[in-house]
């Protein structure tokens, strides 16, 4: 992918509000980020970092009320979406954007069968006949490896296993040749082994169709198989964003240090005991001042509970957002 | 923590032909049909003092094993000896009696805290079924349970849902261990929690089996968890074993194809590794236990698969010191570790070498 090429995707200064009884939850603060095409940007974080809440705010996929866009710009190819009306919007979503979720049971209809499924952005975005969607919905089967094409169309999603059902998904958000494909968690409910036959199958489709991709999860080793950049969230904030080499080998905020040592490794030797993060995430009930992660940063000094730190560079396309440099070992 | 062949220590834990069928019941009249064969003749031991890991995918039959192993289940062939009693053909009512000695940690910190229940009521309510403790020295004893799981004492009177998922399962472990357990068998104690938070509640129970000398079956889904707290893994497919070695054995040449495969299927967090990483991609998906392929369970999945595996199902056997499998690729050596002494040697001192390093 050529380094000067135009992003496809470019994300500025996104805030997300949920406004519920019990306060208003800042569940995305001032995210920004870039996709150029063919690329596959990793999104890392745990439960409640907002990875997922940014992703769908693209797209206007939050209910409203309680979710609230409040800032920020989302240019899909030069156009600002968080400008477009509900119709255009419509327009966007799975034409130009393809959206794969984590839970391939309940994002598929029960009650229609895959072929409907598979045909219905065809038909309303592509405006195909029925005959020219369903050839287009066997060869799109074909694609992601469903054996036997022809017939299952006519079967229902629980006729198909976990693994294939993501298969189903996929080929649902390819099949108006998205530029953009954002897949939230697609492998974490399938099991290993089926989840390295997804991964084979995106690696495969990547380079045959080089559509940019997003790929959110929580398994950094997911994340170091197939991605080229990396997003690491925290408190709803980036933490750390860099190429993946160079995220892994030299990780510079506190948060994403702490998190590749507390995984245990399977190709490495074992520890006899496993490195811990003490303390539970932040609680996001206000705009926040300081930074979120001081509470269970082995680093953090008093400036960390004064200011918000934020994203600074610190060369080959690495950024972090913190005040001590991993470097030096000393506040910056 | 010494991941020995287990010679000269005693079994708290024996399982043999362990068999647990449930029925599909169909038609008009609800007869049954055919079975579900959740657990289909499984054999461990589990040695005092040690950690069994159970590793699978789902419905490979490993929970089901685990709560048929503490008799959660009216099993339905096999014999289960914990602790020198057989408790495979024993009543509920027996068993009641037999409960303190065994505990499960569930998989779902949510679901098994009633979100009536005060954390102290929930604690105490093991103690107040089996103890015969005044009000006053219940109280106690919950706060030294709340202390030994890292819990502020000052929460006692919360209720569940005011804590975090790592503190609900710390709840539950508390739980698990209020009437002095020997064994407790753990059913996915992480799979809900976050990868942060997964290491603390690792570190817990690790820190708990030294101090009161527990015995754990640990059940999960995660290969490099499994790897850091058992000291013997058994990996399950389909209702079956199909390997069951020390730690550092398997996970440094597994015997099996599936154990192969999924081992080589785990994402490892550094880009360099993942870029050399040879993967076994596994065709297909897992059979149905309710209609398992003849021959052996792997056959229709097996990169090595053989003529004789589609018809004869392999014997779980020893094929070296303290390492089970069932494949009909190590078919020869079982005569051979009988008979040809020195081969068994050299794997059973490269075995003690490992040890050494680990202690």
């Not at chain 1, 609680?283 to 082995?298: T, Y």
Request: with cysteine.
């Amino acid at each position: 992918m050529p380094d000067g090429a135009a992003p496809v995707l470019d994300v500025k200064d996104l805030k997300t509000v949920f406004r519920t009884r019990a306060g208003d939850i800042h569940a995305v603060n001032s995210v920004s980020f870039s996709l150029k095409p063919g690329e596959l940007l990793g999104v890392v974080g745990e439960s409640g970092s907002g990875k997922s809440v940014t992703m769908m705010s693209l797209l206007g996929l939050l209910p409203s009320p309680p979710a609230e866009v409040r800032e920020g710009e989302v240019l899909l190819a030069g156009r600002d979406l968080l400008k477009a009306t509900p119709e255009g919007l419509r327009k966007v979503r799975g034409r130009e954007v393809g959206f794969v979720f984590q839970d391939p049971m309940t994002s598929l209809n029960p009650v229609f069968t895959v072929g409907f499924q598979i045909m219905e952005p065809l038909r309303k975005h592509m405006k195909m006949d029925r005959r020219r969607a369903r050839a287009r919905a066997v060869e799109l089967l074909n694609l992601v490896g469903i054996p036997d094409a022809e017939r299952r169309l006519k079967d229902f999603p629980h006729q198909f296993s976990g693994g294939m059902r993501q298969r189903v998904m996929i080929a649902i958000a390819l099949a108006c040749d998205p530029k953009v494909l954002i897949a939230d968690e697609p492998t974490t409910a399938l099991d290993v082994t089926i989840q390295a036959q997804i991964l084979e199958l995106v690696k495969e489709l990547r380079q045959r169709l080089g559509m940019a991709i997003i790929w959110i999860t929580h398994d950094l080793g997911v994340i170091a198989g197939i991605a080229d950049r990396v997003l690491v969230m925290y408190g709803g904030q980036v933490v750390e964003h860099g190429p993946v080499r160079e995220v892994f080998a030299n990780p510079a905020h506190p948060y994403t240090r702490a998190l590749l040592q507390t995984v245990p490794k399977l190709r490495e030797p074992r520890e006899a005991k496993l490195k811990v993060i003490e303390g539970q995430p932040p609680i996001l009930g206000a705009h926040p001042s300081a930074c979120p992660f001081r509470a269970r940063c082995e680093f953090a000094f008093d400036r960390c509970h004064r200011q918000n730190p934020p994203r600074r560079d610190i060369g080959k396309g690495h950024d972090t957002a913190c005040f001590w440099d991993h470097r030096t070992g000393a506040p910056v | 923590m010494s991941a020995d062949t287990g010679e000269g220590r005693r079994k708290l834990v024996e399982v043999t032909n362990l068999k647990m069928h449930f029925p599909i019941l169909g038609g008009l009249l609800r007869r049954q049909v055919g079975s579900v064969k959740a657990v289909d003749g499984v054999s461990f031991d589990i040695y005092e003092g040690e950690t069994l890991g159970v590793v699978g995918e789902s419905g490979c039959g490993k929970s089901t094993c685990g709560r048929a192993v503490l008799r959660l289940y009216d099993i339905t062939e096999g014999s289960i000896r914990i602790d020198g009693t057989e408790i495979g053909r024993m009543s509920q009512t027996q068993l009641r009696r037999l409960r303190p000695k065994m505990q499960m940690v569930f998989q779902d910190p949510q679901a098994c805290l009633n979100p009536r229940m005060t954390v102290a009521a929930i604690i105490a309510e093991p103690l107040e079924e089996h103890g015969r403790l005044s009000g006053k020295e219940r109280l106690n004893r919950v706060y030294e349970l709340m202390d030994a799981v890292g819990l502020n004492r000052n929460f006692a009177n919360r209720y569940p849902h005011a804590f975090s998922g790592g503190q609900r399962q710390r709840i539950g472990i508390a739980r698990a261990l209020a009437l002095n357990p020997k064994f407790i068998v753990c059913d996915e104690p992480i799979a809900a929690l976050d990868v942060s938070i997964q290491a603390q509640v690792v570190n817990l129970l690790e820190e708990l089996q030294d101090r009161f000398g527990l015995t754990y079956m640990f059940i999960s889904h995660d290969l490099s968890m499994v790897r850091h707290i058992a000291d013997r893994v058994a990996v399950m497919y389909l209702g079956k074993i199909v390997e069951l070695a020390p730690r550092d054995g398997l996970y440094e040449k597994p015997l099996h194809p599936y154990t192969e495969a999924l081992m080589s299927a785990v994402p490892e967090p550094d880009p360099d590794i993942e870029a050399r990483v040879e993967r076994i991609i596994l065709t297909g998906d897992v059979p149905s236990p309710s209609n398992p392929p003849e021959g052996c369970n792997f056959c229709t999945r097996c990169p090595k698969v053989m003529d004789i595996c589609h018809r004869i199902d392999p014997e779980f056997r020893e094929v070296a010191p303290g390492r089970f499998v069932a494949c009909h690729l190590h078919d020869a050596t079982q005569p051979q570790s009988r008979t040809r002494t020195g081969q068994t040697g050299a794997t059973t001192r490269s075995e003690h070498i490992q040890q050494g390093e680990d202690a």
